[in-house]
């Protein structure tokens, strides 16, 4: 069997394991099925990339921080306190006009959690694995993202040693916004490449 089947027959083994455990906790009333999913969710979405995103928008209004991010990476990270495993080595990929960068593990799901949490159910899935390299344009389409034809899309393979980190974009008209207001702009998927960063919506006054 070939390695990633190797890691396929590995990863289903470890979640039939995962899946026995909660049964039998959830059987025995010592955890509740709907909070747990509730506490997975707020780490995949939002207590987890809440670290990422802070790290991605300090660069937008700081540039000799994007030149630390940049060349010295696990340093400039480790500088805003954010350290641990599976985030040792991280390396930092800028989006550009021409440039959009897009993060996959092929192997398994390699990830930065220290940075992002924990990684969402399609990024360990088949299919994004496998189609993130061969179709990457269609992946973004299915995304809901349509980058213009011309921008060039580089995937990433994360693996064991490195993980990568998406650097958005920042968006047109929010260079007035403080750098807490930015990072809050900043979602998870944007640091994956399967999403960009948006300006907030402009809210329409109701004409008196
Ligand atoms: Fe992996």
Redesign the pocket.
Known sequence: MNQEGDQDRINRELEARVNALESLLIDKSLVDRQALQVILELYETRIGPRNGARVVARPWVDPLFKARLLSTTDEAIASMGYTGRQGEHVVVVENTPQLHNLVV?T????YPWPLLGLPPGWYKSAPYRSRAVIDPRGVLVDFGLHLPADTQIQVWD??AEVRYLVLPMQPEGTGHLPEAALADLVSRNAMIGTDVVRAPAVRLEASP
């Open positions: 593990c192997l398994c799901s390699c994360s693996n």
